[in-house]
T-cell receptor, first 114, second 109 residues
Framework: ETGVTQTPRHLVMGMTNKKSLKCEQH?????MYWYKQSAKKPLELMFV???????ENNSVPSRFSPECPNSSHLFLHLHTLQPEDSALYLCASSQVEPPMWGYTFGSGTRLTVV | GIQVEQSPPDLILQEGANSTLRCNFS?????LQWFHQNPWGQLINLFY???GTKQNGRLSATTVATERYSLLYISSSQTTDSGVYFCAVGQGGSEKLVFGKGTKLTVNP
């Protein structure tokens, strides 16, 4: 375990389903992130939460809805997804105040939309 | 926005060989990190190196911020070094990172 835990590891869902991805960090960090990694594309930043406040929404469609109830937990709620949303979804955390070292990533959730 | 270019895109080595991976970026940065993604998708932070040189075992990294590039050196490569190496940069007071497309390294026994 890297200190950032993501569940589930794999998820298959239909286009009409609603599901949630969970991320938990045990490092005392104060910023958390969602990234999307599709085949043959760079990692794309989706959302940033800094001290539980959303500071970045990188033009993500509304069918993805993040939630950050506290500095240790981050969720990504999914509904009415499309097949092109199939990807590896990665959560990360970092210390931003004061700034220290780098990101720690979770193992990711591999999502398949059918 | 800032552009991050990594080279080469693919690299195949024999076990024991040395290699250098390069990351060029288009603007000033105050955050630069190198990551290794293993075949199972896990991203591991190798270095936080906005400037200067760091070493960790067989790996070392150098960032020349004034010339907008960073290098990752892998010496005496092992099959477990296989995977994709990403460079990511951040600017100003922003905590977000912009990733390059990565270098896919294959180390053959």
């Amino acid at each position: 375990e890297t200190g950032v835990t993501q569940t589930p590891r794999h998820l298959v869902m239909g286009m009409t389903n609603k599901k949630s991805l969970k991320c938990e960090q045990h490092l005392g960090h104060n910023a958390m992130y969602w990234y999307k990694q599709s085949a043959k594309k760079p990692l794309e930043l989706m959302f940033v939460y800094n001290f539980k406040e959303q500071t970045e929404n990188n033009s993500v469609p509304s069918r993805f809805s993040p939630e950050c109830p506290n500095s240790s937990h981050l969720f990504l709620h999914l509904h009415t997804l499309q097949p092109e949303d199939s990807a590896l979804y990665l959560c990360a955390s970092s210390q931003v105040e004061p700034p220290m070292w780098g990101y720690t990533f979770g193992s990711g959730t591999r999502l398949t939309v059918v | 926005g800032i552009q991050v270019e990594q080279s080469p895109p693919d690299l195949i080595l024999q076990e024991g060989a040395n290699s250098t991976l390069r990351c060029n970026f288009s603007d000033s940065v105050n955050n630069l990190q190198w990551f290794h993604q293993n075949p199972w998708g896990q991203l591991i932070n190798l270095f936080y190196i906005p400037s200067g040189t760091k070493q960790n075992g067989r790996l070392s990294a150098t960032t020349v911020a004034t010339e907008r590039y960073s290098l990752l050196y892998i010496s005496s490569s092992q099959t477990t070094d296989s995977g994709v190496y990403f460079c990511a940069v951040g600017q100003g007071g922003s905590e977000k990172l912009v990733f390059g497309k990565g270098t896919k390294l294959t180390v053959n026994p």
